[in-house]
């Protein structure tokens, strides 16, 4: 009565243009497409009953699984206002089942040497599974001449606005980080700029400082942690430091001028993170995923300035739900090397089922990116 019989279902590969199969059957759609499903089904050799299985098979990859069960739709309990005549109707016709509505997938490069052929978001309790990070990167590749890797990571608690209010996460989610960086990959301290409550001339000269001594052989990661600001009027987005005042923007950092920092240091690779509100706007282009070769050595050979933000351009919350899952998945990461791409795809749907925000993924503006990713690589 109130969801039909049927449902649209999205399913999205890393890469893409995936060949989709459901229960046995071909699509004739590749990744990413939309496919219509029912709500009820039959069992076959390829299904039980009320389960979908969708096979997406890519050439150069092994065929990945995900086996999804119906779960009962709570919302077809409404029908018993109607002294359930409709929701008598609704069981026999499949209406009080339903599945999940996105399935997201990352391809494994058929090597011989992967350790996850197939890998399933659900189990057959209808469970959800620990999420594997399964990187399209062979894993005894090499990368050729790996350079230094520097890190920027800023936190601001406490603002000396009265105006602008403090907040309690930020330079504890910047310590998490700080942490993981620097004791599981490739960042030595010495390399690595923490500051904490920051204010706008030590900002400034951070990033004045790693445009004078990074090469373009080096990586750059830049973690900011705080408030941001969204001007409709301008049509501009600002980073404040902790000397920032509310009703004066002298002190602001606009998202162009953290833009013309990432294309004036000459680092091989650039990553952004930024945990903050309307932090959306540093973006050319915003994608949940990129289609990203499967070598090690074209991701890395080619210069990249990509961007994550914990949201889009609306307010987000002190308490980091991104931020959680980002370093829960650089922990948890076994890949010698693990593109950007590829941790942000691994943590985004944990983030879009915890968190009222939007992650999002993508190109810097005006900032020289030609195609490469920002590679992590474990000590």
Known sequence: MFYGTSQKV??????????????????????PCEVLIKRKVKATEHNNKNQYNYVLKKEGYEDHLVTDNAKFNYVSLLNIYWLGIPYLIDIPDGAIWKFEKENNVNLTVSNGNTQNKIVSNRTDNNTPTKRVITNAVVNNQKINNAGKYYALIIGNNVYQDQDIPSLDGPIKDATKLYNVLTTKYTFEKSNVTFLKNASYEQMIQA??????????????????????????????????????KKGNTAFWIPNSRISDYMNSIKSKHTLLIADACFSGSIFKTRSAFSDAQPSINKLYELPSKKAMTSGTLKEVPDKSVFLQYLVERLNDNTEKYLSSDMLFTSFRQAVLNNSPTEPQYGTIQNAGDEGGEFIFILK
């Open 207 to 244: 990033f004045d400082d790693l445009s004078n001594k990074i090469t373009n052989n080096d990586n750059l990661l830049v973690f900011y942690a705080g408030h941001g600001w969204w001007n409709e009027i301008k049509d501009l987005g600002y980073w404040l430091p902790t000397d920032a």
């Open 10 to 31: 999205s399913i999205n590969s890393t890469p893409s243009g995936a060949d989709v199969y459901i229960n046995g059957l071909a699509t004739n759609k590749q990744t």
